[in-house]
């Protein structure tokens, strides 16, 4: 009990400070407008108090105070039907569709570069320097022109987000891959020749099991950027719907609030589809630890 409590402590003390500072900035931000509304109202000196909780509950602040963006995410989670536009759930569904498909193309894609990169020098040398220019090119300026190109020649819906997202999660699965099928160290491999093993024995019992380490750190950090894809992609095909699209609109009409519970929505999404990428990799080690 004393150690949970001692794990927990300080990551409590942390949120509370994090929650004090933001509750304060939400005074110091909204401040300005609302002396400006009390004015026009004809409100003379009201109590600090007061006016503390006039800041904190403004239909359009510039900083919401956390209640607010809380209340924001369970109304339009629990208090909205699911199939409503309107309702945080089914804009979430939509993203997290394309950041699974997206996620699942670019480690499919990553991971069949990365063992061709390994068993090629000649890839190595051609292909690693373009994969790493690539992401030099900003995710803005990718994702209208995939959306747009090829909703051109009549390929709409999640495909064009998916490969948004492609092609933000393959670059960490590649790189890791390389390094993770490239770990197992000479006298290893030695080890393999001297078995007589063939590359695809070499390949299956040494190298694949030397990777899954850093395999799944790379899918950790691939998942998470590739819902970063999807809801910018989002913001290119306003009629798909997602939380990219639900940014944007509150963004138009001054909804803050909105924008900052569909961030916190967003937020949430990524650290579940973490946990449960750490969640396969718990299980695997096992599998893999009884195998041994």
């Known amino acids: 009990m004393a150690d949970y409590f001692g794990r927990v402590l300080p990551i409590l003390t942390i949120v509370l400070a994090l929650l004090v500072f933001w509750y304060g900035a939400a005074i110091f931000m909204n401040a300005p407008a609302q002396e400006r509304a009390n004015l026009r109202a004809g409100l003379g000196e009201i109590p600090?108090?007061?006016f503390v909780a006039q800041t904190w509950a403004q239909d359009k602040p510039?900083?919401?105070?956390?209640?607010?963006?809380?209340?924001e995410v369970l109304s339009a989670s629990?208090?909205?039907?699911?199939?409503?536009?309107?309702?945080?759930?089914?804009?979430?569904?939509i993203t997290l569709s394309t950041t699974l498909l997206g996620f699942g193309l670019g480690t499919v894609l990553g991971i069949a570069l990365a063992v061709f990169i390994t068993h090629n020098d000649a890839a190595d040398r051609s292909?690693?320097?373009w994969i790493i220019a690539s992401q030099t090119i900003p995710i803005l300026a990718v994702a209208p022109m995939v959306v747009v190109g090829l909703g051109a020649v009549g390929l709409t819906g999640?495909?064009?987000?998916?490969l948004t997202s492609m092609y933000l999660s393959f670059f960490p699965v590649v790189v890791g891959m390389v390094k993770g099928l490239r770990s197992p160290e000479s006298i290893q491999l030695d080890l393999m020749r001297t078995y007589d093993a063939n590359p695809w024995q070499v390949f299956w019992k040494l190298r694949w099991p030397a990777s899954m380490p850093i395999l799944f750190a790379s899918m950790k950090v691939g998942i998470a950027i590739s819902l970063i894809g999807a809801v910018v992609a989002e913001l290119s095909n306003v009629a798909g719907g997602g939380l990219g699209v639900r940014l944007l609109n509150g963004s138009?009409?001054?909804q803050t609030i909105q924008i900052w519970a569909a961030l916190f929505f967003a937020a949430a999404l990524a650290a579940v589809l973490v946990m449960i990428v750490g969640a396969a990799e718990r299980g695997i080690n096992r599998r893999m630890g009884e195998m041994a």
């Open 127 to 129: 292909l690693m320097p």
């Open 48 to 50: 600090f108090s007061e």
């Open 252 to 254: 138009i009409y001054g």
């Open 62 to 71: 510039i900083l919401p105070a956390p209640h607010q963006v809380v209340a």
């Open 158 to 162: 999640l495909i064009p987000k998916a």
């Open 78 to 93: 629990f208090g909205i039907e699911p199939t409503n536009k309107r309702s945080l759930v089914y804009h979430a569904w």
